[in-house]
């Protein structure tokens, strides 16, 4: 509600010792109210708010800011092309949950892309003035150089996925191996006996890991490993089509296709409908994300569902925990937090 340029004492904007001398408390007290320290009884707390509600008393973020050392910022960094973002759901998702997390916080979030080297360089630039309190990198490459300038200038960072199993970030994912491998033990189930695999970008560590179900759900089952029916892919429609035009030339008699998303699955879909084959009955097709995507896709997609919302609601209690002890970001050995969440598959009338 508007405060109708209600003004303090002075004739200026109201200081906190106003709000203090109408609430009939500290100056401390209302510096711990206005901060949500835990440290004060509710009747207490109450009558801080009053005063702050009837004076329009506005918290001087700058300067907290700078008492605090803290910027009350968070960067949220994409190493990827604008356009990637906006086309795979996996990066709105990731978004939602985040902001969600973060609506009850005095944190800002900034969306930074950095998918080129003019973009990398200035994004550099920026983090080493420290104008952000914490960062988020979602869809990191193995060799990219980001993760180690953060742990350099000791801000601190959680990852959405690891780099390799030796990750020395702090980092959120969901169980790729298990996903992908209840993705072909569902596909093998239905009897299909020659399953593809159209693979995500293999320099991604959670794409890598999926190949890996793929392969032990095989072995375990008794079938042997066929590297014909496996092919890279790049998490894109475009590589989707690529890919299965590839493995239809190699094993046209392929039975069913696991993508390494949704996206890809969607591309797969329309080559495999070109080649005159039918989805599930010839060719049955699992996709990977369990986006608006599966849903809407004709038949709908059999998927494996990723817990996305509540991967970037994770990234940030977890970032949030390392700003307020101030550590680096670069844990020693032993001391990394990674989180996993599981994954599920969703059936539909694709398999």
């Known amino acids: 509600m508007a405060s109708h340029g209600v003004r303090g004492r002075s004739g200026g904007?109201?200081?906190?010792?106003?709000?203090?001398?109408?609430?009939?408390?500290?100056?401390?007290?209302?510096?711990?109210?206005?901060?949500?320290?835990?440290?004060?009884?509710?009747a207490t707390r109450a009558a801080v708010q009053a005063a702050v509600a009837e004076l329009g008393y506005v918290p001087n973020t700058a300067a907290r800011a700078l008492a605090a050392n803290r910027t009350d910022a968070i960067a949220l960094v994409v190493p990827e092309p604008e356009t990637r973002f906006f086309a795979e759901p996996y990066f709105s998702d990731m978004l939602?949950?985040?902001?969600?997390?973060?609506?009850d916080t005095q944190m800002q979030l900034l969306l930074i892309f950095a998918g080129n080297d003019r973009e990398r360089r200035r994004l550099a630039e920026y983090l080493a003035a420290h104008r952000v309190d914490g960062v988020l990198l979602v869809s990191v490459h193995a060799d990219d150089p980001l993760p180690e300038l953060l742990s350099q200038l000791e801000i601190p960072a959680v990852v959405s996925g690891p780099r390799s199993a030796e990750e020395t970030l702090t980092s959120v994912d969901s169980d790729n191996y298990g996903g992908a491998r209840a993705a072909v033990e569902h596909l093998l189930g239905r009897g299909r006996t020659r399953v593809a695999h159209i693979t995500g970008r293999l320099d991604v560590y959670g794409a890598r890991r999926r190949v890996d179900g793929y392969r032990d759900a095989l072995r375990a089952a008794g079938h042997e490993v066929d590297e014909l029916l496996i092919e890279s892919g790049d998490f894109t429609e475009e590589g989707g089509r690529k890919a299965m035009s590839a493995l239809l030339s190699r094993r046209p008699d392929l039975d069913a296709v696991f993508a390494g998303s949704d996206v890809t699955a969607a591309g797969a879909r329309q080559v495999l409908r070109e080649s005159g084959l039918r989805i599930p009955e010839d060719v049955a097709l699992v996709g990977y994300d369990d986006s608006a995507i599966a849903r809407h896709m004709d038949?709908?997609?059999?998927?494996?569902?990723?817990?996305?919302?509540?991967?970037?609601?994770?990234?940030?209690?977890?970032?949030?925990?390392?700003?307020?002890?101030k550590r680096p970001s670069g844990l020693r050995r032993g001391e990394r937090r990674h989180a996993v969440l599981p994954t599920e598959l969703v059936v539909r009338?694709?398999?």
């Open 13 to 42: 904007r109201p200081t906190l010792e106003e709000v203090a001398a109408r609430a009939g408390v500290g100056r401390g007290t209302v510096s711990r109210v206005i901060n949500g320290s835990p440290r004060v009884s509710d």
């Open 349 to 351: 009338a694709s398999s």
């Open 96 to 103: 939602r949950g985040v902001g969600a997390e973060l609506a």
């Open 299 to 325: 038949p709908p997609l059999t998927s494996v569902r990723q817990p996305i919302d509540n991967m970037g609601r994770a990234m940030i209690d977890l970032l949030l925990t390392e700003i307020s002890d």
